[in-house]
């Protein structure tokens, strides 16, 4: 009963002119997004703990990193054969995955090692796979040509800036927690800057792609007015933009307490999941006929 509804809905996108696309979105697809989110998040908290000499924040990175693989492993639907990934020099996936075992080896070196030139050569190399994590994703969806909403060299940019808000979104949760370092309000403000920064970019990307081809149009409509407009609205921009630049605003006024810091930072890590969510559900393949013509 399922594969014949799956069948007739297959069917139904193939005989529209706007064929949305599903296997990123839709079932195991959510694996996928929920890997480039944690991958991206795990990736900014690497960073952002690093600078400010949080081990607890570095342990945390690299078990969020470490689900981000498992997410990305189950979303093959053979994980067995996740050695067929390993194409770095044709697919962004590959690139992503590989990235993500180079930042394991010298993230949990790191961890493990003694103060040391060792231990310095295994931070620079989990600082290097932090810094492909966060360029991989957006360039996952900029190279998939067959969906011109995704195929913008703003997107990857787009993705990288989710991703440091996401690290630093994460680090607000847990500084309260774990009694970490007293220089938590200027991560506060950090978070606001990007809070900003993200939606300056979103908006700018958005206003680029209504202005492309016909099919990303369409996204930008479905995005914005059509099946994806309540998660992008509430989640993107409600929950995840609007109200920690509030609150972050307020903190100009005085210094937020600490539950206010940690509900600014998982608000947050709810908007990027759903911004992430609702691009990729936006995905509108290039029409096989021309609009208008049967």
Known sequence: MRATAS??????????T????RHWVEGRGLLLILGHFL????AGTWLFSLWLGYTPGLVLAVAVVAAAGLAHLFFLGHPERFW???????????????GMNVFMAGAVLALLLPAGALRTLCLAVAVAGSAIIIGYKGNVYAASKGVPFWNSPVLPILYATYAIRGGLALLLVV?????????AHRLEFLELWVAVSAAVMLGFYLGVMR????????????L???RV???????TVGVGLLVPIVVGLAGFAGPLSQAALALVGALSLVGDFFAKYAIAKAGIYVPLMPAGRA
Request: proline share 5%; net charge positive.
């Open 7 to 16: 069948y007739d809905r297959l069917l139904a996108d193939l005989g529209a």
């Open 18 to 21: 706007f064929r949305p696309q």
């Open 39 to 42: 991958s991206g998040v795990g």
């Open 84 to 98: 067929r990934m390993y194409r770095a020099r044709t697919s962004w996936i590959a690139r992503g995955f590989l």
């Open 175 to 183: 500084l309260p927690l774990t009694g970490g370092p007293a220089d």
């Open 211 to 222: 202005n492309t081809n016909l099919a990303a149009r369409r996204s930008v409509a479905e």
């Open 224 to 226: 914005t007015g059509g």
């Open 229 to 235: 407009a309540v998660a992008f609205y509430l989640g």
